[in-house]
């Protein structure tokens, strides 16, 4: 049976997904030319990922920008759902976040929910949640964030801070409302429809912490926009500014169709991976190649569909040039599937070599991250 059912949630993605529909559905502003040379103007470089619009929505990006421009500094937030290793496709949100902390000066609050996994994840104990905020922390930290400018916390664990925040939210949220966005029936459990309180507060405790309001900048995957819809409400009931947010498509998996995910078996490469594991994975990747060499040859093959292209698209390539004759070479036949393969597995394998050993570095640095109360 063909299941082309399209699924946007928080907590479920699934189907072929069209990006233009999710900004009409969510109300979200499209990432134009305009806001593309405002970012340039300021920033003197665009990065890849929003010249490729791979960041392709936002909301009040133009906003933060002029008042950035006045002189009023904003400060990021981004999280992690602490469920298991970090695989690629969660290193997207993370290496725009940096390049915005480079370019802008700006503070990074970055929030493990490992509350919300244990929540909304049968079988995940509470324990493991909270142990997996601090490995995926590694990740974070393995980017190269500046420690000065970067604070690194689990639900858990900044509880007493985060707690009541989230209940000045919570009161002003109600079930009717939690349960038109989020989907709840009468068996979801409390945890769940309170949870979204405590994602919201990362998005003010900064303008408590300094004692005024300092806008607030999310860059985050499309998925989670229903969360910060509720978000940018009730903020500014409480006397905050709304969070501005810029929005990413997924990284698709190795297998045809869908996002990379933990729970599909090999279309998700974690940072963990071994170097046997990337060529394995790769190696059985989804292409749009042609079932013979010889037809290959003679006919091309199709990088639209192909999810080695995407890599090389989203993450693996980013001079315009080098893509741009790989995919001709793609086209008309040049270069077959296991060679373009091999280049891609490669590129995988020195990413990973570089950033398991920044991993290891990163746990000696831990605690200059964390706030924990
Ligand atoms: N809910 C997110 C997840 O499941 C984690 C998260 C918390 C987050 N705060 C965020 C993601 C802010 C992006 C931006 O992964």
Redo the contacts with the bound molecule.
């Keep these: 049976m063909v299941n082309d059912e399209v699924v946007v949630t ?1 907590w479920e993605v699934k189907g072929d997904i069209d990006y233009d529909k999710l900004v009409r559905d969510f109300g979200t502003q499209k990432i134009g030319d305009e806001i593309i040379s405002k970012i340039e103007q300021i920033a003197g470089e665009v990065h890849p990922l929003i010249k490729r619009k791979i960041f392709f929505s936002h909301r009040d990006l133009d906003w933060l920008l002029s008042e950035y421009e006045k002189g009023n500094k904003f400060f990021l ?5 602490p469920s298991g290793d970090t695989h690629l496709g969660h290193l997207v ?1 993370w290496i725009l976040t940096k390049w915005f902390q480079d370019k802008f000066g700006a503070e990074l609050w970055f ?1 493990m ?1 490992d509350d ?2 244990f929540y909304f994840k049968d079988g995940l104990t509470a324990e493991f949640t909270n142990r997996m905020a601090y490995e995926n922390a590694l990740d974070v930290i393995a980017l190269g964030f500046d420690e000065k400018k970067t604070f690194i916390f689990s639900d858990f664990d900044y509880a007493k801070t985060l707690y009541p925040q989230a209940a000045k939210v919570a009161k002003k949220l109600t079930f009717s409302t939690a349960r038109a966005v989020f989907g709840f029936n009468e068996s979801s459990n409390v945890g769940q429809i309170f949870f979204t309180s405590m ?1 919201s507060v ?1 998005a003010f405790l900064p303008s408590i912490k300094e004692g005024k309001n300092i806008p607030c900048l ?4 499309i998925d ?1 926009d229903p ?1 910060f819809r509720v978000c940018r409400d009730i903020l500014p009931k409480l006397g905050y500014y709304k969070p501005a947010a810029i929005h990413s498509m997924f990284l698709p998996g190795l297998k045809q169709g869908g996002k990379m995910s933990s729970s599909i078996m090999d279309s998700a490469i974690f940072t963990t991976d071994t170097g046997e594991q990337i060529e394995k994975k790769v190696k059985n990747a989804f292409t749009g190649g042609k079932s013979t060499a010889e037809e290959q040859r003679k006919t091309g093959a199709n990088p639209d569909i192909c999810s080695v292209y995407n890599y090389y698209f989203i993450l693996f390539m980013w001079d315009d040039n080098e893509l741009g004759d790989l995919r001709k070479r793609c086209l008309c036949g040049e270069i077959l599937c296991g060679d373009c393969k091999k280049i891609l597995e490669n590129k995988i394998k020195k990413f990973l070599n570089d950033h398991q050993k920044k991993r290891e570095e990163a746990k000696k640095r831990l605690d200059k991250f964390i706030l924990r109360d």
Excluded: N, V
């Design positions: 928080p937030y981004t999280g992690r759902g949100s929030q929910t919300e996994k994602q990362p999310i860059p985050h995957a989670q969360h």
